[in-house]
Structure formats: C-alpha cells, structure tokens
C-alpha cells in the first residue's frame, strides 16, 4: 500500500463516521486497505460485495435494470444509510454505495467504470468514473475504484480538498452533490413514516386522519389526477392530498433524485404526502378515518388475495375498516373502449359498505401517464 494512502485511511480512522459499505462488480479492495490500517472498526460497521441479482434485490427491494448506474449507486447509499442508523444510532452515519464494471475474462461492450454514492442525514455525493479500455488490467482498474472510494470517504470528513486522481486524459470524473432536507433525510432513514412535500425541496413531519387520499406514482401529475381528487372531494367532505409512497408492493423503491422530481411538480396544487406504506392495510393505520381515492386497476390489486398473508383480503378490509377507512373508486376505458369498473361481485361478501363506486357519467377521463410519458398524450 502507497504511503499516501495508508496516511489517508489513518486520518479516516482517526474522524469517527460509521459506515455501511455495499459493492457491486468491484471496489471492494477499498475494504481491504481500510483494514490493513489500524482502526477500521471505528469506520466500518458491516460491508457487503454483492454479485448475484438475488442478492442486490435483496438490499434494494427490486432488481435494478441497470446495475452499474448513478441510480443504483444512490439507491444502494440510501440502503446502507438505514442500515448504518439501525446499527449504530446517531447522526454521523453514512452509508457508502459503490457500483462498477471493470476487465474481466470476456470482452464488455459498454465503457468501464463505477459509480460510487456517500448518503448521510445531508444528503447525498455522486462521484462517476469512467475508464478507458485497455488502458489497465483488472487489477488496476480496481484499485482506481477502490482509491476513489476512499478519497470519497476522506472528502465527506473534510480530509480532502478534492478528489485527485492519476487520470488519462481519455478519462473522465463526474461529481455531484444533493442537499437532502433533515426531515426527508430522516424519513429515507426510516425514522419517520409520513411527511409532507412543501414548495421546492422542503418537506415538514405530518399527521393526517379524515382526509381525501389519491396515491399513486404520478409520473407526471397531469390533469385526470387532478380532477379526480376534486372530484372525491365534493363527495367526501374532507380535505384532498396526494400520497406519493416510496415504498411500493410492486415497483422498485424510489430513488432519491425521482422523490425529488416528483414532488416540485405539486407546488400550488393539494398538498403532497410522502409515505412508506406500500399497501393500503398499511395507509389505513397512517392516516384513520379517511377515503383512499382508487382507479379500477389498483381497485383489482387491492382485492387480489396474493398481495396478503394467511389472514387474505378479508383480514386487511377488517383492519381497514377497524381504522375508519373507506374507498371512492372510478373505472377506465382499455384498449377496445370498454369501460371497466368494480363489480359488486369483485369485493368480499359483507365488504361492499366500504367502497363507493362512481359511474362512468360522473367520472371518466381516459389520460394515461404511460401515455403522456411515451408520447402518446
């Protein structure tokens, strides 16, 4: 080990900050130097290398479409950070996310490279490298990962003044830093369940019974979102919100950049809650006594049996039901112009009280964010 490195990794020992260390593809020599220098177990808490897609879907609660990107890296910091704050309660965590393609025994066509993400209660740091091919053999393009992770972790203690590296001119380093709003930082640490998005980048704790919910990914938010939840609204009585859940039974979990996206595009309009309640068994103990706004098809998913344990949809209606909740639910056109709508048969027998269907002349708008997304629209 190169004497500048051994006395950075000292300094790093030597500014307490626990972390939580996950790899992908490479990198992980860091790990190894890290504990070639005495004091590694006031840094590093737990470290994982994970190489089967089993295993990152494991961390991240889905299997990402691209392993080696800026998403992911973010993604895998944001998990390491919770996992930092349940082992080690405080606020000098961080959580390290390092993701990378380098040399191997076959011939990749896509660049080399990583990316490397640093999450704390502040925010979050992106450092991407892209290598040129040929360049180095393995070994040498993983021991410039794994020096840049270290500097990374060195720069977010304030030991460095900037990231050098022994580049070629062919090769490039992109940094980027988010600032993260304590109260959301808090919340993707899982400390809290629920908060609200307030104009750009604010966000404040909140507590919400008897209200209107419309949830969904809104991406975009776009005008039958709107005039949907108006619309429940005027039979409701109670006040209207958007519920954004980073958590979800069948999406990966949202990335940091697309929370925050997602959320500026609600600015004058009903207010934005963000929660970690995937279900609505679960959105039913967040927020009593409310009605959950529904579109036909999550109206379905709400009634399939797979989404439940031993106790089944019965069980999750009575929970709901126990928490005062109820469901205004609206159809949609398909492809053939058939307007689909949930059938008094569709829900458990004794259930129907809960949910109230409106009809195609009271409701319909066939916008679609797929659409609006691709073009469509």
């Known amino acids: 080990m190169h004497a500048h490195l051994r006395d950075l990794i000292t300094r790093i020992h030597d500014t307490p900050m626990p972390s939580v260390l996950e790899f992908a593809g490479a990198g992980s020599a860091a790990l190894w130097h890290l504990h070639a220098v005495a004091g590694s177990s006031r840094t590093i808490l737990e470290a994982t290398d994970r190489y089967a897609p089993q295993s990152m879907k494991s961390l991240l609660g889905y299997e990402p479409t691209h392993f080696v990107s800026r998403d992911t890296a973010i993604a895998m910091a944001w998990a390491a950070y919770r996992r930092a704050c349940d082992l080690h ?18 011939r990749k066509r896509g660049d080399h490279g990583c990316w490397v993400a640093l999450a704390d209660r502040s925010g979050v740091h992106v450092y991407g490298l892209t290598l040129t091919k040929g360049l180095r053999d393995r070994a040498g393009e993983e021991h410039m990962v794994a020096e840049l992770l270290i500097q990374a972790m060195a720069l977010n203690r304030g030991l460095l003044p900037t990231i050098s590296l022994q580049l070629d001119q062919t090769e490039t380093l992109i940094v980027t830093e988010h600032s993260v709003h304590d109260v959301l930082s808090r919340f993707l640490s899982g400390e809290s369940e629920c908060i609200r998005a307030i104009g750009q980048q604010h966000f404040v704790t909140q507590q919400v019974r008897a209200a209107t919910i419309l949830s969904g990914s809104f991406n975009p938010l776009h005008s039958g979102h709107r005039t949907l939840l108006t619309t429940a609204m005027a039979y409701t009585y109670q006040p209207g919100f958007y519920e954004l859940s980073v958590v979800n039974a069948d999406k990966p979990i949202l990335p940091y950049t697309s929370i925050l996206s997602r959320s500026q595009q609600f600015s004058g309009d009903h207010p934005l809650l963000l929660s970690r309640a995937p279900r609505f068994v679960d959105k039913a103990i967040l927020y009593p006594e409310s009605t959950f706004v529904l579109g036909y098809d999550t109206a379905i998913r709400l009634l399939d049996a797979k989404y439940y344990g031993a106790g089944g949809v019965t069980e999750a209606l009575s929970v709901i039901a126990t928490h005062g909740c109820r469901f205004l639910v609206v159809g949609r056109t398909d492809a053939n112009g058939v307007f689909l709508q949930v059938r008094r048969q569709d829900i458990p027998s004794g259930w129907q009280s809960l949910f109230m269907v409106l009809d195609e002349q009271t409701f319909r708008r066939d916008i679609s964010s797929s659409n609006i997304r691709s073009g469509v629209q």
């Open 89 to 106: 309660p405080g606020t000098t965590n961080n959580g390290i996310g390092c993701t990378a393609t380098i040399a191997t025994d076959r």
